[in-house]
């Protein structure tokens, strides 16, 4: 009876990491610790990976590209997609390639217009009131738009910034 349990947990843990890779693209740690919360022990969760990736089926910088382009789509700027792909568990060196390669400074002031006229939509009150504009700038940089970026489209439209 023993020589059957191990394979079983194998088979089990791999049939859940594809269950899983079959939903979405995950990163390494994030497929690891999702094994690990359903219980399966860190020798067959290595096994089960090492399958993945020699596969195919689990490639962390496939899946970096594909989630910064997905954020950056949402309105997400450079630091803040740069912060969501290191809670992934990425390593810095895969993080910094990815982010230099989705976030353009281009694009990401075409990105930081596109997600201002979008709010502007549903900002109440004077568009050009100091309050509004200090609101929308926290609102930028909450999205994780660079300080100087934000000032650049906001002066663009000749609202103050303050201080900032």
Known sequence: ???????SVVTACRN?????????????????RKLQERGF???TIADVLADCRRLGYLDDDRFA???????R?????????????KSKGLSAACVAVCVTACCAEAGQI?????????????VSGEATAPRTAERLYRFLMQRGFAAALIRQVLDE????????
Do not use: F, N
């Open 110 to 122: 075409e990105d930081c217009r596109r997600v201002l006229r979008k709010k502007l939509q549903t």
């Open 157 to 164: 439209l000749r609202w103050p910034t303050g201080g900032h």
């Open 41 to 43: 022990d860190t020798d």
């Open 16 to 32: 859940t990491a594809l269950r899983l890779l079959g939903r979405r693209e995950h990163s390494v740690a994030e497929l690891r």
């Open 65 to 71: 590209h594909l989630y910064s382009e997905q954020l």
């Open 1 to 7: 009876m023993g020589d059957h349990s191990a394979p």
């Open 73 to 85: 789509r949402r309105g997400y700027g450079r630091l803040r997609i740069e912060q969501m792909l």
